[in-house]
């Protein structure tokens, strides 16, 4: 018969916490796309606000922040790098001057058809096809929400 300390032990066990496969599959995901992202001169982060970016140009930083779930302390020297490798340029809000608007370069707008390639090569590195890992963002962004509604409680 087993101790109620021994059931304890199972449920602090590391391969059975769901936060732990999350965060080292996060791992594994940035390490898998860093060397695909180097060659674009972009961090994993970088490459978020690009995509944000390629998806709604001419945007407030607080619109990225917000598409990303980052605030502007995280988000101000990102935007800064990005500004010096000339991805994007910065620019107080014409309507509202403590607003920043981000837009892309030129440099930047090009930079999307190099980055094209990267989600297929995610995809046949992850070893899934394109419905399981479609129903696991699914399933992820389903959590985060959930997650995020808790804490707001």
């Not at 996060?26 to 898998?32: G, I, N, V």
């Not at 407030?60 to 101000?76: P, Q």
């Not at 390639?117 to 929400?145: M, V, Y």
Request: charged share 30%; hydrophobic share 40%.
């Amino acid at each position: 018969m087993k101790k109620k300390s021994d059931n304890l032990e199972d449920y602090l066990a590391l391969d059975k916490q769901f936060c732990f496969a999350l965060y080292s599959a996060s791992l594994a995901m940035t390490k898998t796309y860093k060397p695909l992202l180097d060659e674009l001169g972009l961090t994993y982060p970088q490459y978020l606000v690009m995509l944000v970016l390629w998806k709604q140009d001419n945007i407030l930083v607080k619109e990225i922040g917000e598409a990303l779930f980052l605030d502007s302390g995280t988000l101000t020297p990102l935007l800064k790098r990005l500004e010096a490798a000339q991805f994007i340029s910065r620019q107080r809000d014409v309507d509202d001057e403590r607003q920043v608007r981000i837009q892309l370069s030129q440099h930047g707008r090009k930079l999307k058809q190099q980055a094209e390639k990267i989600p297929r090569q995610i995809l046949c590195a992850s070893g899934q096809d394109a419905n399981q890992l479609s129903a696991l963002r699914s399933d992820l962004q389903q959590l985060r929400d959930a997650l995020r509604r808790n804490l707001e409680e």
